[in-house]
């Protein structure tokens, strides 16, 4: 702070005693900073009050004439004047006069002498040793540090506290060790000169008094002995008495007045004194108001602190009634500290400093730990209003069926619910802490027995303490199983206070469901709040409800992943546009692999296990569940490819569909059998492998099952295609045969081949050329199933044939050979075979020309439908 500067004063004169406002800038900071304030170079410190920073209060002590007002304080030193304070000579006043300032009690007016007596008084401008004494009206700043120096003294001789070596420092301090000398045989001859001319001094000084005295004696002995002799008036000591009683009676109604006026005086100057020496006290009570107006609470402590060892056994009854009023100011003060380390939320720091407040006011209980309870249930009932106040929300869009609203509260339920976990167990768990080990004093340099007790008071509380954080989490956990996981927050008895706990967690609308996304982002959350209270050292076992439910979170989080992933598996059938790639896939399976791929993406963080964390398929019922939703996924699948082929057979879904004109069923068939054989044989074993990487249970038993649903719905695919191709063309050759009333009895020779075997070729060449457009790999596997059931019908037309001629002979044989040479690139032994019977049963030829006219006509055949029989030789 700058240099105190004076810059006006009031009044401006007086005497001695006279009350004085100081005004100006950077008059201190308080009391305390207050080193010393001099009026015309005298020192004013005693009676110096601070109001504030440009206002003092002080009595002058100054002499007559006129001088500066200088003030020093710690903060900025020795400061400067504007104005002057002029001191005037001191008023005798008598004893009924009255005056507003004090009164030098060492000159009075005695009106019955009617003269002036004054004690002799050594003035502070003589020198007792005689010497020239140095300037004192520019040694204000050497008087303000001898003044620090010597605290009870005082330079003047007149004083009863008189500090010689204040006096000579302040006085002789350059003055040589021999005129010292010079000046003490100059004090030694002056008191000896006193001592020898006393007695004749008293008597010049008295000798008025004592002849008037012996004059009045004179007197009294006369009359005594004109009484005396007359005797006719009785006893003259009598009448003496009687006139000196009724004197004293007069002269005490003629000084009543004065006397009490004396006395009362004396009661209010011991009263002021007292007040004087006494206003810390006095003064105390509204000083703690003002200072606990202010902030100031460290003030506030130590001035009852100091009252209370001044004061508290007093026996003066003044003192204990201004002491009581001190104790109902600091009781109020301790209810006003309770009252401020219950509004939360507060800084750490903030509570430390009331506790230790209400601590050293020697607060009756354990404030640290009543502020530790206090806590805990505010931590408590802020988490459950944040749960009604999302609950309601939740509640709102459900009513409202806003499914994305809801996902939104949930995500804004769950960030304010961990910020409150995250922000205030760490508060309550560092007060503690704090309170446990003594630190709450400790860091403050209490004395080491308090802190001893206020560590032996927590070492009490830490079962207790254990349990409050351990039902802290547990809310906080049961708040998140109610609104993330219900299902884990059941009622094992039908109990009614089981079912009101279990509705003090809030019963959230499940109408709709939460995407896994949201779940990740719970386990994310939690995990993040797990991370952080871990760093605290909690005791063990308190975060242990808190790793359960981000286990059942994460077991959660991977099956509605896997669920929506099959809901997404299901929808593609309503994608499929039948568009066949040259590999004689649709863009199906690659839609499939993207989706799981896609879900490997995100569970694969999800089932990273953290320090400290249980597995996620730690347990056998999560094994079993995933497991089966993981053969679900796949199963879906090869329902979808089923549910696209057999489109116009199966219910149609709701959804529409990607292609407006689907092709026909047979095609479709084999696009699924394409599809299905592709996803077998590239797909399914190398998801299932990363699948098993992150160690997903029974891999090896979804492996096993998918294979066999594939294997079944390819056949029922197979059969079915068959079914739609093969069935007319064997039903037609026996229609075919007999058609125009044909008697293979009474034939004519044959001259080519009859048209149900070119029909019959035709439809072969029409189901080679449907699956070769769409899947050259399954034309093999198409035509040999066709080739052998053609085979097959022909060996039964034939063996259902009783009479037949040799023309007939020759035509069936022509017939049978004709389809067989014609099919040789997909013919089987099997088939082959049933050709081969059917042409036993036919007679056998007779000579080599017809041997030779049978393959005449079978080439005639094979040359006028060389195209179309050469597309039978593609086998892909």
């Given at each position: 702070?700058?240099?105190?500067?004076?810059?006006?004063?009031?009044?401006?004169?007086?005497?001695?005693?006279?009350?004085?406002?100081?005004?100006?800038?950077?008059l201190?900071?308080?009391?305390?900073?207050?080193?010393?304030?001099?009026?015309c170079?005298?020192?004013?410190?005693?009676?110096v009050e601070?109001?504030s920073?440009?206002?003092?209060?002080?009595?002058?002590?100054?002499?007559?004439?006129?001088?500066?007002?200088?003030?020093?304080?710690r903060?900025?030193?020795?400061g400067t004047c504007?104005?002057?304070?002029?001191?005037l000579?001191?008023?005798r006043v008598?004893?009924?006069?009255?005056?507003?300032?004090?009164?030098?009690?060492?000159?009075?007016v005695?009106?019955?002498?009617?003269?002036?007596?004054?004690?002799?008084?050594?003035?502070?401008?003589?020198?007792p040793?005689?010497?020239?004494?140095?300037?004192l009206?520019?040694?204000?700043?050497?008087h303000?540090?001898?003044?620090?120096?010597?605290?009870k003294?005082?330079?003047?001789?007149?004083?009863?506290?008189f500090?010689p070596?204040?006096f000579?420092?302040?006085r002789?301090k350059?003055?040589?060790?021999n005129k010292?000398?010079?000046?003490?045989?100059?004090m030694?001859?002056?008191?000896?000169?006193n001592?020898?001319?006393?007695?004749?001094?008293?008597?010049?000084?008295s000798?008025?008094v004592?002849?008037?005295?012996?004059?009045?004696?004179?007197?009294?002995?006369h009359k005594?002995?004109?009484?005396?002799?007359?005797?006719s008036?009785g006893?003259?000591t009598?009448?003496?008495?009687?006139t000196?009683?009724?004197?004293s009676?007069?002269?005490?109604?003629?000084?009543?007045?004065?006397l009490?006026?004396?006395?009362?005086?004396?009661?209010?100057?011991n009263?002021?004194?007292v007040?004087?020496?006494?206003?810390?006290?006095?003064?105390?009570?509204l000083?703690?108001?003002?200072?606990?107006q202010?902030?100031?609470y460290?003030?506030?402590?130590?001035?009852?602190?100091k009252?209370k060892?001044?004061f508290?056994?007093?026996?003066?009854?003044?003192?204990?009634?201004?002491?009581?009023?001190?104790?109902?100011?600091?009781e109020?003060f301790r209810?006003?500290?309770?009252?401020?380390?219950?509004?939360l939320?507060?800084?750490?720091?903030k509570q430390k400093?009331?506790?230790?407040?209400?601590l050293?006011?020697g607060?009756?209980?354990?404030p640290?730990?009543?502020?530790?309870?206090?806590q805990?249930?505010?931590?408590q009932?802020?988490?459950?209003k944040c749960?009604?106040?999302y609950?309601?929300?939740?509640?709102?869009?459900?009513?409202?069926?806003?499914?994305?609203?809801?996902?939104?509260?949930?995500?804004?339920?769950?960030?304010?619910?961990?910020?409150?976990?995250?922000?205030q167990?760490?508060?309550h768990w560092?007060?503690w802490?704090?309170?446990?080990?003594?630190?709450?004093l400790s860091?403050?340099?209490?004395?080491?027995?308090?802190?001893?007790?206020?560590?032996?008071?927590?070492?009490?509380?830490?079962?207790q303490?254990?349990?409050?954080?351990?039902?802290?989490?547990?809310?906080?956990?049961?708040?998140?199983?109610?609104?993330?996981?219900?299902a884990t927050?059941?009622?094992?008895e039908?109990d009614?206070?089981?079912?009101n706990?279990?509705?003090?967690?809030?019963?959230?609308?499940g109408?709709?469901?939460?995407?896994?996304?949201?779940l990740?982002?719970?386990?994310?959350?939690?995990r993040?709040?797990?991370?952080?209270l871990?760093q605290l050292?909690l005791?063990?076992?308190?975060?242990?409800s808190?790793?359960?439910?981000i286990?059942?979170?994460?077991?959660?989080?991977?099956?509605?992943?896997l669920?929506?992933?099959?809901?997404d598996?299901?929808?593609?059938?309503?994608?499929?546009?039948?568009k066949?790639?040259?590999k004689?896939?649709t863009?199906?399976?690659?839609?499939?692999?993207t989706?799981?791929?896609?879900?490997?993406?995100?569970?694969?963080?999800?089932?990273q296990?953290?320090p400290?964390?249980?597995?996620?398929?730690?347990?056998?019922?999560?094994q079993?569940?995933i497991?089966?939703?993981?053969?679900?996924?796949?199963l879906?699948?090869?329902?979808?490819?089923?549910?696209?082929?057999?489109l116009d057979?199966?219910e149609?879904?709701?959804?529409?569909?990607?292609?407006?004109?689907?092709?026909?069923l047979e095609?479709?068939?084999?696009?699924?059998?394409?599809?299905?054989?592709?996803?077998?044989?590239n797909l399914?074993?190398?998801?299932?492998?990363?699948?098993k990487e992150l160690?997903f249970?029974n891999?090896?038993?979804?492996?096993q099952?998918?294979?066999?649903?594939?294997?079944?719905?390819?056949?029922?695919?197979?059969?079915?295609?068959l079914?739609?191709?093969?069935?007319?063309?064997?039903?037609?050759?026996?229609?075919g045969?007999?058609?125009?009333?044909?008697d293979w009895?009474?034939c004519?020779?044959p001259?080519?081949?009859?048209p149900?075997i070119?029909?019959?070729?035709?439809?072969?060449?029409?189901?080679?050329?449907?699956v070769?457009?769409?899947?050259?790999a399954?034309?093999?596997?198409?035509?040999?199933?066709v080739i052998?059931?053609?085979a097959?019908?022909?060996?039964r037309?034939?063996?259902?044939?009783?009479?037949?001629?040799v023309?007939?002979s020759?035509?069936a044989?022509?017939?049978?050979?004709?389809i067989?040479?014609?099919?040789?690139?997909?013919?089987?032994?099997?088939?082959?075979?049933?050709?081969?019977a059917?042409l036993?049963?036919?007679?056998?030829?007779?000579?080599?020309?017809?041997?030779?006219?049978?393959d005449?006509l079978?080439?005639?055949?094979?040359?006028?439908?060389?195209?179309?029989?050469?597309s039978l030789e593609?086998?892909?």
């Amino acid at each position: 702070m700058p240099p105190p500067v004076v810059t006006g004063i009031a009044p401006k004169e007086g005497s001695p005693g006279t009350r004085v406002t100081i005004r100006g800038e950077n008059l201190g900071n308080n009391q305390n900073d207050i080193i010393g304030v001099a009026i015309c170079g005298r020192n004013c410190s005693m009676t110096v009050e601070w109001v504030s920073t440009s206002k003092l209060i002080c009595r002058s002590s100054t002499g007559v004439g006129k001088g500066d007002i200088v003030v020093i304080t710690r903060s900025g030193g020795t400061g400067t004047c504007t104005v002057h304070f002029t001191g005037l000579k001191p008023k005798r006043v008598g004893p009924l006069e009255s005056s507003p300032v004090w009164v030098d009690e060492t000159e009075y007016v005695d009106q019955r002498l009617d003269r002036t007596q004054k004690t002799a008084t050594l003035s502070l401008r003589t020198d007792p040793l005689g010497l020239n004494s140095e300037d004192l009206g520019n040694k204000t700043q050497a008087h303000m540090q001898l003044a620090e120096m010597f605290v009870k003294g005082s330079p003047d001789p007149t004083d009863e506290n008189f500090v010689p070596s204040w006096f000579l420092l302040e006085r002789h301090k350059n003055t040589p060790f021999n005129k010292l000398k010079d000046g003490h045989a100059y004090m030694k001859r002056k008191a000896n000169r006193n001592t020898n001319n006393a007695p004749l001094n008293h008597v010049k000084d008295s000798l008025p008094v004592f002849f008037e005295v012996h004059e009045t004696l004179s007197n009294i002995h006369h009359k005594m002995l004109k009484d005396d002799i007359g005797g006719s008036n009785g006893n003259i000591t009598d009448k003496l008495e009687a006139t000196l009683n009724e004197a004293s009676e007069k002269a005490s109604e003629l000084f009543d007045t004065v006397l009490q006026s004396k006395d009362r005086a004396d009661s209010i100057r011991n009263t002021l004194n007292v007040l004087q020496r006494f206003k810390f006290l006095f003064n105390l009570p509204l000083s703690i108001e003002r200072n606990i107006q202010k902030g100031d609470y460290g003030v506030v402590i130590n001035d009852y602190e100091k009252a209370k060892s001044l004061f508290s056994d007093t026996d003066v009854g003044v003192f204990k009634r201004v002491y009581n009023e001190v104790e109902n100011r600091i009781e109020n003060f301790r209810v006003q500290l309770k009252q401020e380390v219950q509004e939360l939320p507060a800084p750490l720091t903030k509570q430390k400093m009331l506790i230790r407040y209400l601590l050293g006011l020697g607060d009756v209980g354990d404030p640290a730990w009543e502020c530790l309870v206090h806590q805990h249930g505010w931590i408590q009932e802020t988490m459950l209003k944040c749960k009604d106040k999302y609950l309601e929300q939740a509640s709102k869009c459900a009513n409202e069926n806003d499914e994305q609203g809801k996902v939104q509260v949930c995500e804004q339920y769950l960030q304010e619910l961990t910020n409150i976990a995250v922000s205030q167990i760490p508060e309550h768990w560092h007060l503690w802490k704090h309170y446990s080990t003594g630190v709450i004093l400790s860091e403050t340099g209490e004395k080491s027995s308090d802190v001893e007790k206020l560590k032996e008071a927590a070492s009490k509380n830490y079962k207790q303490m254990k349990s409050l954080l351990r039902d802290t989490v547990i809310l906080f956990v049961n708040l998140l199983r109610a609104a993330f996981l219900p299902a884990t927050l059941h009622v094992e008895e039908e109990d009614e206070e089981d079912i009101n706990e279990r509705e003090s967690y809030g019963v959230w609308p499940g109408e709709i469901p939460l995407p896994a996304t949201v779940l990740s982002d719970c386990v994310r959350s939690v995990r993040q709040a797990l991370s952080e209270l871990s760093q605290l050292s909690l005791p063990h076992g308190t975060l242990q409800s808190l790793k359960d439910v981000i286990h059942d979170m994460r077991v959660l989080s991977l099956s509605t992943f896997l669920s929506e992933a099959m809901e997404d598996v299901r929808a593609l059938r309503l994608k499929e546009d039948w568009k066949v790639s040259n590999k004689g896939v649709t863009q199906l399976p690659s839609q499939f692999n993207t989706l799981v791929q896609e879900l490997l993406a995100v569970v694969r963080d999800l089932l990273q296990s953290l320090p400290g964390e249980e597995p996620v398929f730690a347990r056998l019922a999560v094994q079993s569940r995933i497991s089966q939703l993981l053969t679900n996924l796949f199963l879906v699948f090869t329902s979808c490819i089923e549910r696209a082929s057999f489109l116009d057979e199966i219910e149609p879904d709701t959804g529409k569909l990607a292609s407006e004109t689907p092709p026909p069923l047979e095609q479709r068939l084999i696009i699924g059998i394409s599809n299905l054989f592709h996803t077998t044989t590239n797909l399914i074993a190398p998801l299932l492998q990363q699948f098993k990487e992150l160690d997903f249970p029974n891999v090896e038993v979804t492996e096993q099952t998918c294979e066999s649903a594939t294997a079944e719905l390819d056949k029922k695919l197979f059969d079915a295609y068959l079914e739609h191709r093969v069935e007319p063309l064997t039903g037609a050759l026996e229609p075919g045969m007999y058609a125009g009333n044909f008697d293979w009895n009474n034939c004519l020779k044959p001259s080519d081949v009859r048209p149900y075997i070119k029909t019959a070729l035709m439809s072969i060449i029409t189901i080679h050329s449907e699956v070769y457009s769409i899947c050259p790999a399954l034309v093999v596997r198409v035509m040999t199933d066709v080739i052998q059931a053609v085979a097959d019908e022909l060996l039964r037309l034939v063996e259902c044939v009783t009479r037949i001629g040799v023309n007939g002979s020759l035509q069936a044989r022509l017939d049978i050979e004709t389809i067989q040479q014609a099919t040789v690139s997909f013919a089987t032994r099997d088939s082959d075979k049933s050709f081969s019977a059917a042409l036993a049963i036919l007679p056998q030829l007779t000579n080599s020309l017809e041997r030779r006219t049978l393959d005449e006509l079978i080439v005639r055949f094979k040359s006028r439908l060389l195209f179309q029989l050469r597309s039978l030789e593609a086998v892909g």
